[in-house]
């Protein structure tokens, strides 16, 4: 698997190399089709591309692609970092789709006509021990351990390489869930000190995930700094940097899903309103990006929308333009800008004292409900208070 995976670094770079070439020589775009005519063609010609089952080798192409497309997309809007694909020193995952075969249902009784199935073939092969079976091309069947049966229809298999081993992901294709109506809303501002305030007020705590594993992380790489490079006790201390990182990245994924999933389904809520960050601007900040990136509010947000469309809630993301200078009872933005150190907000106007966190929760739950009232869900709530700030 890891000659596979070699072998696709190499088949990714050159697709993108003769992309690069086309664009810089003759000015144009190589299409994905043309590329794939090329594999086909290398694939009656080498011995060592016949040797790599000829989906893998697609999907790295579709990767390729999917990286242009988007540079292309970028071009054209004319985005100030249009970031030309990259070349890719390592090659992680490969990744291949379940074909779709016909399956003959059998016949009940003697007049009922043979009805034929559209199925796709199912990778895993139940056993009564321990260990599940994969079925992987060209290599046949690879023991795994399954955390959770599979539901739906499955589509695809990606295997990745990991410091801590080989994971199978399989991708399952899922009916559509119908929205649930919505009629209560929580509105949720992200934060360093405390990892979410929501707009009633309950705050989560930011475990720092990063800062925790800081002490550990040097140790390891004191070890790996002492250690001659190249060298097999180096290459030990490598994985062990990269297995620690690895847990890091784990702890962060395991309370961000496990929070995602007591908004929606503890708190009974069905509307979740978050800020629109722009989270690559902000880590700019050289005080503050390690926090940010540590929280990793991408995620977050990106799971909440997933959540959301797996469960049929609501997701809504608002302008997060000075959500924390305005007022939430009055609805005045204050004279002065308030630095992050002040954790109170005191209205000039009204005397509201609230935290600052809070205040800033229900402005931007305040803000989504007027851009949906009337619409979905109605609040009695001021509309001219909170008007759309433009970006
Ligand atoms: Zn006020």
Same mark, same amino acid.
Request: charged fraction near 25%; include cysteine; aromatic fraction near 8%.
């Given at each position: 698997m890891l000659a596979w995976l070699d072998h696709l670094c190499d088949l990714q770079n050159s697709a993108r190399h003769d992309r690069k070439v086309a664009l810089e020589v003759e000015d144009r775009f190589v299409t994905l089709s043309e590329q794939q005519d090329k594999l086909t063609a290398a694939r009656e010609k080498y011995d060592d591309f016949r040797e790599v089952p000829q989906d893998f080798q697609n999907h790295a192409l579709r990767r390729n692609d999917k990286a242009f497309t988007a540079f292309r997309k970028r071009c054209k809007e004319n985005a100030a970092k249009k970031g030309y694909p990259r070349y890719k020193k390592r090659v992680r995952s490969l990744t291949w789709s379940l074909r779709k075969y016909t399956k003959v249902v059998r016949r009940k009784t003697k007049d009922a006509e043979k009805q034929t199935l559209r199925v796709r073939e199912n990778p895993i092969i139940e056993t009564p021990f321990r260990h599940n079976r994969l079925k992987v091309p060209k290599l046949g069947e690879v023991k795994i351990r399954m955390h959770r049966p599979l539901e739906g229809d499955p589509k695809e298999v990606t295997l990745v390489k990991k410091a801590s081993g080989w994971y199978a992901h399989i991708t399952c294709e899922l009916p559509d869930t119908a929205k649930v109506e919505p009629t209560d809303a929580i509105g949720v501002d992200v934060g360093t000190t405390h990892y979410l305030t929501t707009s009633e007020g309950e705050k989560e705590d930011n475990p720092r995930w990063y800062r925790q594993a800081e002490g550990l992380l040097h140790k390891h790489n004191q070890t790996m700094a002492r250690r001659k490079k190249g060298s097999n006790r180096w290459y030990k201390a490598v994985h062990a940097v990269t297995l620690h990182h690895e847990r890091t990245a784990n702890k962060r994924k395991d309370f961000i899903g496990k929070l995602v999933y007591k908004l929606f389904h503890h708190c009974g809520k069905h509307v979740l309103v978050a800020e629109d960050l722009q989270t690559s601007n902000m880590v700019q900040n050289k005080h503050l990006s390690k926090s940010i990136s540590d929280a990793s509010w991408g995620i977050f947000?990106?799971? *909440? &929308?997933?959540?959301?469309? %797996? +469960?049929?809630?609501?997701?809504?993301?608002?302008?997060?333009?000075?959500?924390?200078?305005?007022?939430?009872?009055?609805?005045?933005?204050?004279?002065?800008?308030?630095?992050?150190?002040?954790?109170?907000?005191?209205?000039?106007? *009204? &005397?509201?004292?609230?935290? %600052? +966190?809070?205040n800033a929760a229900i402005n931007i739950l305040l803000r989504a409900a007027c851009a949906h009232r009337g619409e979905r869900w109605v609040t009695n709530l001021c509309e001219t208070r909170n008007l759309p700030v433009d970006r």
């Open positions: 947000f990106t799971w *909440c &929308g997933n959540i959301a469309e %797996r +469960d049929g809630f609501h997701v809504h993301q608002v302008n997060p333009k000075n959500t924390s200078q305005t007022c939430s009872a009055c609805g005045k933005k204050s004279p002065k800008k308030r630095s992050l150190a002040i954790r109170t907000f005191d209205c000039s106007f *009204c &005397g509201t004292s609230l935290d %600052r +966190d809070h």
